[in-house]
């Protein structure tokens, strides 16, 4: 498998969000990111963890001229040599990436159930980025692609409260009753669910449409928490995540926004 930097693609098509982010503090960047072997493979794309781990325990890869076998060894990157069958890693051009995932494939770059991968989806050139948290495979809209370890751990590192806003429709008619204890949340499979902010756009006695924001990225939370609440959800499309939105782009269809740009919509320096 290639080890070459990866090239920069395509310019970003329009800027990033002017929406204000939420931004309770600033990761360093530039600077060496201590980060688990297996877990250094998988995000620098060459492939899943699981696949990564099996290639460590091989002893097909060496940091500092030493094999080491333990995926759980720590490294700092960039700053360790790291080597895949005598072959060195380098750094990559760091790169960020807006995708409209589409329904019916799955956030992963390998399934062991044979379903598509969003990397069915994205071009060769993308191949080597990770997602940025997940949506499951029967929601569509905004995903995040990266190779900037500093950046997609600042996203989704619920300290920070990143705000993600869905549009959701639902079975039933959700009364305002119904929206408080959305957002008081409750607690199930020992998960406190619960919703920063909604507003019910449209409702009936067959559905409601619902705009969510959420802070935290806990598993399939908003269809948990709506399902409690006694409401399935039948659609469910993120539309922002932080200062970046989705806009036009449509089912498949990616933008690129320099990585400078993407950190300075995130965190913007002080006035």
């Known amino acids: 498998m290639s080890t070459k930097p990866v090239r920069p693609g395509r310019p970003a098509q329009s800027p990033p969000s002017r929406i204000p982010p939420h931004t309770p503090g600033r990761p360093e960047t530039g600077e060496p990111k201590r980060v688990t072997l297996d877990r250094l493979l998988s995000k620098l794309g060459l492939a899943s963890r699981s696949i990564a781990q099996e290639w460590i325990h091989a002893g097909r890869v060496r940091v500092n001229d030493h094999v080491v076998r333990s995926a759980e060894a720590w490294v700092a990157w960039p700053g360790d040599s790291v080597s895949l069958d005598e072959q060195p890693i380098q750094p990559s051009t760091q790169r960020f990436v807006l995708f409209h995932k589409p329904k019916s494939v799955v956030t992963t770059r390998q399934d062991e159930k044979g379903r598509k991968t969003i990397f069915d989806v994205l071009p060769e050139e993308l191949q080597t980025l ?35 806003r869905y549009l959701v429709t639902v079975r039933g008619e959700v009364t305002e009753e119904t929206r408080l204890d959305s957002l008081a949340g409750l607690t199930d ?26 802070t ?43 990585i400078t740009e993407a950190r300075t919509a995130l965190y913007p320096q002080p006035s």
């Not at 997602?131 to 499951?136: F, K, P, S």
């Not at 499979?189 to 959420?214: P, Y």
């Open 189 to 214: 499979e020992g998960d406190l669910l619960h919703c920063e902010s909604v507003t019910i756009q449209k409702r009936s006695g067959r559905e409601s449409h619902l705009d969510v924001t959420l």
């Open 130 to 164: 990770h997602a940025v948290g997940r949506l499951d495979q029967a929601t569509s809209g905004l995903l995040l692609l990266t190779n900037d370890t500093a950046l997609s751990s600042y996203l989704t590192d619920p300290t920070n409260k990143v705000p993600r």
């Open 216 to 258: 935290e990225g806990k598993n399939r939370e908003i269809r948990r928490l709506f399902k409690a609440l006694g409401h399935e959800v039948i659609r469910l499309r993120r539309i922002q995540y932080g200062p970046f939105e989705i806009g036009d782009l449509s089912p498949g269809d990616w933008r690129e926004i320099p």
